[in-house]
């Protein structure tokens, strides 16, 4: 997909989450490519990334409100948010923290409610509305070990859907981005967890963990997603909503 064909995006403000790296830094880059402002807000955020740089823990609920408020009160309107923090913790059932499950769940299920809670008044003024959330092929499958994320990714879905409806009436635009493994600090720094609860060796986790239910076998990068963002962004998303959008290299095809 072209710039041109997002070139409609231009003048429209996004907040983006999770954005000083992998796919919200690659999701920043590209809307703001389109002409689109962007607040980049992280936990650690990069001064010289895309947008404008704002440090927030997403764990607590009034960072988001906070981020929504400075996305606003910087570019005078929104038009889009890019729920896309995240975080990942693997481990068997019995083993897996209480307080991993909660930051998890608060991050990635509890951070885009809260957004959307925040910042819906503002969309319905927006002609174009879009709330965008970047879930997972673990929005739609479940993976040994992952007992917090697959739960949390499962139920942002749900979030999806409803908010789908919600917005119906004043052109809110809600949809799921579910891809497979991307190649992310995220995933990357997952394989090392991934090798010790299988006993495997880190390249064998590549290869017979990661990519085993794919039919495609290899990683996603991060630029392929922020294509599909900037398309449901503009114009080409208009008929999208209360949907995961997969791009999962045939993971769910099973």
């Known amino acids: 997909?072209?710039?041109?064909?997002?070139d409609d995006l231009a003048g429209r403000a996004a907040l983006v989450?999770?954005?000083?790296?992998?796919?919200?830094?690659?999701?920043?880059?590209?809307?703001?490519?389109?002409?689109?402002?962007?607040l980049a807000a992280d936990l650690n955020p990069d001064p010289d990334g895309p947008g404008v740089a704002f440090g927030a823990d997403l764990t607590d609920p009034q960072a988001?409100?906070?981020?929504?408020?400075?996305?606003?009160?910087?570019?005078?309107?929104?038009?889009?948010?890019?729920?896309?923090?995240?975080?990942?913790?693997?481990a068997?059932?019995?083993?897996?923290?209480?307080?991993?499950?909660?930051?998890?769940?608060?991050?990635?299920l509890t951070s885009p409610f809260m957004l959307a809670k925040q910042?819906?008044?503002?969309?319905?003024?927006?002609?174009a509305a879009r709330f965008i959330v970047i879930a997972s092929a673990h929005a739609l499958a479940a993976s040994p070990y992952k007992a917090a994320y697959v739960s949390a990714k499962h139920g942002v879905l749900g979030l999806v859907k409803t908010l789908a409806?919600?917005?119906?009436?004043?052109?809110?635009?809600?949809?799921?981005?579910?891809?497979a493994y991307v190649r992310t600090p995220l995933v990357e720094r997952q394989i090392a967890d991934q090798a010790r609860v299988h006993g495997l060796s880190e390249a064998e986790v590549t290869e017979r963990v990661l990519l085993a239910p794919q039919a495609v076998k290899r990683l996603i990068e991060?630029?392929?997603?922020?294509?599909?963002?900037?398309?449901l962004a503009g114009s080409g998303g208009g008929a999208f909503?209360?949907?995961p959008v997969t791009m999962d290299q045939g993971w769910t095809a099973h």
């Open 64 to 90: 988001n409100v906070a981020a929504v408020a400075a996305a606003i009160e910087r570019f005078g309107r929104l038009d889009i948010v890019v729920a896309n923090a995240g975080v990942q913790h693997v």
């Open 17 to 38: 989450t999770g954005a000083a790296s992998g796919i919200g830094r690659a999701v920043a880059e590209r809307l703001e490519r389109a002409g689109v402002s962007v």
């Open 241 to 243: 909503t209360g949907v």
């Open 165 to 179: 409806l919600e917005g119906a009436a004043d052109g809110i635009m809600t949809t799921a981005v579910c891809p």
């Open 92 to 108: 068997p059932i019995e083993e897996f923290p209480l307080e991993r499950w909660q930051t998890l769940i608060a991050l990635l």
């Open 1 to 6: 997909m072209s710039s041109e064909q997002t």
């Open 222 to 231: 991060p630029a392929e997603v922020a294509e599909v963002v900037a398309f």
């Open 119 to 127: 910042a819906w008044p503002e969309l319905r003024r927006s002609p």
